[in-house]
């Protein structure tokens, strides 16, 4: 079983920014991917972002280009998401995921965290 715990989340005006972290634990040698996903209230779950363990390839959602950052620290079995340029439609709650690569597919992912609120002000 592989466990991934997020923090970070809060509040903050629109044009902020925050970080999110996603630290793994468990069996983690399985896993080749990472990644974020968001769910706003009243919509369905969707893609954000993600990474792989080997390599660093980056796969980003078309509404986080060039505001969101994703990276890695191997070492730390962690995935970090820095935010910047935060909009109001950017509210939602923020999953980190496990899975087999970078993929923007939910279903490539077989371990959820609990989720970790975000909230922007306009």
């Known amino acids: 079983q592989v466990q991934p715990v997020e923090s970070g989340g809060g509040l903050v005006q629109a044009g902020g920014s925050l970080r999110l972290s996603c630290a793994a634990s468990?069996?983690?040698?399985?896993?080749?991917?990472m990644g974020w996903f968001r769910q706003a209230p009243g919509k369905e779950r969707e893609f954000v972002a993600a990474?792989?363990?080997?390599?660093?390839?980056?796969n980003y959602a078309d509404s986080v280009k060039g505001r969101f950052t994703i990276s890695r620290d191997n070492a730390k079995n962690t995935v970090y998401l820095q935010m910047n340029s935060l909009k109001p439609d950017d509210t939602a709650v923020y999953y980190c995921?496990?899975?087999?690569?970078?993929?923007?597919?939910?279903?490539?992912?077989?371990?959820w965290g609990q989720g970790t609120q975000v909230t922007v002000s306009s």
């Open positions: 995921a496990v899975g087999a690569d970078a993929s923007s597919r939910s279903s490539r992912f077989d371990y």
């Open positions: 468990g069996r983690t040698f399985s896993s080749k991917g």
């Open positions: 990474i792989s363990w080997i390599g660093g390839i980056t």
